[in-house]
DNA sequence: AAGTCAATGGGTAGTTCTACCCATATCCAG
DNA sequence: CTGGATATGGGTAGAACTACCCATTGACTT
C-alpha cells in the first residue's frame, strides 16, 4: 500500500509527458505533471515525500541545472533524470551531481515503473529522516538563546558548576536553566539531550 | 604537500597502465599499479588512504564487480572507474554502486590529472573519518561483556539504580562498572561517552 | 497598565553520582 | 600456583543534581 508519496514529472514534451503519466497512473502511483522546471518550483512543496521524474533538455531552466539547485536546498526528492538522447557525460555528471537515477525515455516500460518505484521508496525513507530531523531542529529552536547557550556545554559534559563560573551565573541560575532546557526539549537526561542535538546530522543505527 | 595516500592502478593493458602510471609520476603523484582485480586485493592495504584508478573489461574479476566487492567491505576508497568504451548504462551502474567517478581513456591528460586528484583528497578526507571511526570502536571494544552492557543503558540516560534493579545487581556493582567504562573510554562525562558511541555512524559537523 | 516571559538569585530537602576504603569468587595465563 | 582481570557486594563521605519553595528586574504584548 503506497503511502501519499507522489511522482513529479518536469518534461516539455506533451506527448512524453502524457505518456509517462499514463504509464505511472495505470500503475496506480500518484503523479504531479508539469512542462518546466519553473512551473515544478512554483508549486513543489518540498514537505511531501515523492520523487522527480526529470527530463534534461528543456527551454529554459534545464533538468541539470533544477537539480542542482533543488541539492543545494535539501537532498530528500530523489530525482531520476530522464533522457532521450543518453551521453556518458551527461549521465556521469547528472550522477555526481545526486540524481537518484539515469534513465533513457527508450528504457521499456517495464523497467522504467521498476525504477520510479525504486526512487519513490527511497523518497519516503528520506522524508521520514526529514520528519525525525525537523523534530529535533524544532525542539531545539523553543530554547531561549541563554538556555541554548547552557544547553551547548551541557552536551558536552560540563558540571553546572563550571558551566556557572564560565558564563558568570550562579550555580542556582544554571539548575534552573537546565531544568527548563530538559523541560522544553522533553528529555529525562543529558544523554538523550546529546543524542537529540547530534541527531542533526547524523543517522543512528 | 602530498600525503602518503596512494593511487591504485588496475588496468589488464600493458601500454595503458603504464601510461598512466608515467602520467601521474609525472605529476608527483605516488603509484602503484596492479594488472588485474585480483593481484591487486593481494597486496591492498585498506587502512592506508588513496584513490583507485580502474579499468572496467578485465579477464578474471571485472571492474563492477571489484567495484562493489570493495564497496561491501567498506567505502573509503574512492573508486574511478576507467573505460575505453563508455556506453551509459555502464556508467549509471558504476555510478550507482558507489564509484566516486567515471572516466574514459580518451580524456585528455589534463583532465584525467584533475579527477585524480579529486579522488585523492577524498580519499583522504574518508580515510581521516576512518581513523575517527576506528578510535571510537577500539575505545568501545576494551569493555569487558558486563561493562558493554551497562555502558548502552547509561548512554540511554538510565540511572545507576535502574540499571541495577534490570540487570539484577546491587548499585555498589553498577557504580564501579561506571567507573571502570569511563576510564576506559577515558570520558570524563555521560554524554561524552554518548558522542563517543554515536560517533560510529556519523559525522558531526 | 497589566500580564507574560526571560533571566537573574536564594533556601532546603532529597536523590544520585563520585571517590575513596574494604571484601570474596571465578577464571585464565604465565 | 600466583597474579591479573572480571564480576560481585558493602561502607562512608562529599560533590553534584533534582524538586520544590521564594524573590526581583527588564522587555515585550495585549
Not at 49 to 76: A, F, K
Not at 116 to 125: D, I, N, P, Q, S
Not at 146 to 168: F, P, S, Y
Amino acid at each position: 500500500m503506497a503511502t501519499n508519496a507522489k511522482v513529479y514529472i518536469v518534461d516539455d514534451d506533451d506527448d512524453m509527458r502524457n505518456s509517462i503519466q499514463w504509464l505511472l497512473e495505470s500503475a496506480n502511483l500518484p503523479v504531479c505533471a508539469f512542462e518546466s522546471a519553473e512551473q515544478f518550483l512554483a508549486s513543489y512543496n518540498e514537505n511531501k515525500p515523492g520523487c522527480l521524474l526529470l527530463d534534461v533538455r528543456m527551454p529554459g531552466m534545464g533538468g541539470l541545472r533544477l537539480l542542482e539547485y533543488l541539492q543545494s536546498i535539501h537532498r530528500h526528492l530523489p530525482v531520476i533524470m530522464f533522457t532521450g538522447y543518453g551521453d556518458v557525460d551527461t549521465a556521469v555528471r547528472t550522477l555526481k551531481a545526486g540524481a537518484f537515477d539515469f534513465l533513457e525515455k527508450t528504457a521499456n516500460h517495464q523497467l522504467i515503473l521498476e525504477r520510479v518505484r525504486l526512487a519513490l521508496a527511497e523518497g519516503e525513507t528520506l522524508h521520514r529522516r526529514e520528519l525525525d530531523r525537523t523534530r529535533c531542529k524544532q525542539l531545539l529552536t523553543k530554547l531561549s538563546p541563554r538556555e541554548h547557550e547552557v544547553m551547548l556545554r551541557l552536551i558536552q559534559g560540563q558540571a553546572n558548576k563550571l558551566i556557572a563560573i564560565e558564563l558568570g551565573l550562579s550555580e542556582r541560575t544554571v539548575e534552573k536553566h537546565r531544568k527548563n532546557i530538559m523541560e522544553k526539549t522533553n528529555v529525562g537526561s543529558i544523554a538523550e539531550l546529546t543524542r537529540l542535538f547530534y541527531a542533526h546530522d547524523s543517522e543512528v543505527v
